[in-house]
């Protein structure tokens, strides 16, 4: 202990985050991970929203049953990954497919291939692309760090996440007039594969071993196991992961709609293809600038000084006031431009500031196998899934006449539903989290004394 307290990089690590001395490495390990794989879809992101502005609101739906149709064959496969190769292993397979399918797209388009399909399959893809690549590191991060620590690290190790985000939005937003957005799909294939160089070294091992773990080896070497529809039958069985299901499609919900109207205003205020990506690239980095601010100083104390539950109801209740405030923007009350700008920007950096690492926390006390298949079922396809009832809902609402303000509206009561369910959530969380303690430091002893045992 003395030994860290006279380096001066460890002494201000300890200011920023409550991390233990043998935690250290892990942690900044997993945030160079996390870096390199969020700057990697934060090159794709603004191209895939920009052919969604181009598409048009009335397309969205259709967009959003495709990629629906995508999770639901990509599961079972991810699955079967799950069930028969040890994790990091698994990790790498999929993080591989993913960079031949984005060569796949270079070199299809540079060979002139028909630009209508060519973006769809990128919408489609893009959008399998960007709930499993992150989903499989927190499922990665869940399996390595148990509830306490996730508690305090967890915030931190999002900080990588979100300067990866803020670094792939700020390069496209100044790469994208003068290599175009082709040659963009080659940096995120080299970010991807630095992520993968990372993997193959994550320190996962010392980490068990550090914490007690009877049986540290597992995550190196240990095959989850079990049946290729786990993940759809333990959700179906378990309240708790259905109350995260439910928690997750209400958070899907709001998205939806603030992205269908994103699309509209957006499209409403810019031209040009450049120009929207330019302001979707430019939101986005302010964002994740919120987002890393809150991460490094505020995601661990929040979680500790209020709890779990009351962390998961900050961001809904910034989304009830934030879509009334749009409602209102849209009636002519305020500009409707810059309402839209600043709820998207506080909306998001409090999701990824707060929400995302809350709930991550929800998943380090459910079993190692539901931490990989019924945490990435409900990532995906149940995630996919609240997409498609916010974009048919959305459809509906409009054929309604609604518009803006009356949509706007209807997302004010069903945030204050979300807001309910987090603080449900946390509280059960908590209870699940001591259970769990009590039977690691159950079999940490039954080991010691195995050990010592003549």
Known sequence: MTDVKQRPFDALLARLVDVRPDEVRAMLVACAYFFFLMSSYFILRPIRDTMAVAAGVSKLPFLFLGTLTAMLICNPIFSALVVRYPVKRFIVITYQFFVLNLLAFYFLTRAGGNEAWLGLAFFWWTSVFNLFVPSLFWCFMADTFRSEQAKRLFGFIGVGGTLGSIAGAWLTGRLASRI???????????????????????????????????????????????????????????????GISAFLILYTLGSTVLYFQQTEIIGRFYATKESRIEILANIEAAAQTLTALTQIFLTGRIIRWIGLGATLAIMPAISMIGFAALSASALGVTPLLATFVVFSVLRRGSNFGLTNPSMEALFTVVSREDKYKAKSFIETFVYRAGDQLGAWGYAGLAALSLGLAGIAGVAVPLSALFLAVGVSLGRRQAELATKTEHRLIGRTDDATLMAVRP
């Open 180 to 242: 175009g957005a082709v040659n963009l799909l080659l940096v995120s294939v080299t970010l991807l594969e630095i992520a993968v160089l990372i993997v193959v070294f994550f320190p996962a091992k010392q980490v068990r071993a550090a914490i007690g773990d009877a049986e540290p080896e597992e995550i190196d070497r240990g095959r989850i196991g079990g049946g290729v529809l786990a993940g759809i039958t333990h959700v179906a069985r378990s309240p708790y992961l259905l």
